[in-house]
């Protein structure tokens, strides 16, 4: 029997920078805009673990309060890894179970689009590219 603590997948035991760590190692804007019962919500900069959580919060405040449709823009957005992917396939969930027509744009060609293609978004949350 192996005594050895079971580690995070990919993981040597490190963690991430936790809420109260200081400011995350990279960085992500939100921007949210609603107009006529829609929201568009734009992402730009790097998604990943280290602050992931935080872009999901600003995310799902800008579609509370009960729009028709939810834009998600991420063709501002230079890095995701699986931790931003998650956050999409669980926006997607969460807009299907409220009855919310949503879909993500993004980049036409370049890291996040074959992020994203790779991960199967599109099963999620209809996928646009953006030329």
Do not use: C
């Not at 829609?38 to 800008?62: C, F, M, P, Y």
């Amino acid at each position: 029997m192996n005594d050895r603590p079971v580690l995070p997948a990919g993981g040597d035991g490190w963690v991430a920078p936790g809420r109260d760590d200081g400011p995350a190692a990279t960085q992500a804007t939100v921007v949210v805009d609603r107009r006529d019962g829609t929201a568009h919500i734009a992402v730009s900069g790097e998604l990943d673990l280290a602050n992931a959580k935080a872009v999901e919060q600003q995310i799902l405040r800008g579609v509370g309060g009960g729009p028709t449709a939810v834009t998600l823009d991420l063709t501002g957005l230079r890095y995701i890894d699986s931790a931003g992917l998650w956050i999409l396939f669980r926006l997607g969930r969460h807009l299907a179970a409220a009855k919310i027509a949503g879909e993500v744009v993004v980049p036409a060609d370049g890291p996040v689009w074959r992020m994203v293609e790779t991960a199967g978004v599109a099963a999620a949350i209809p996928v646009r590219p953006r030329r």
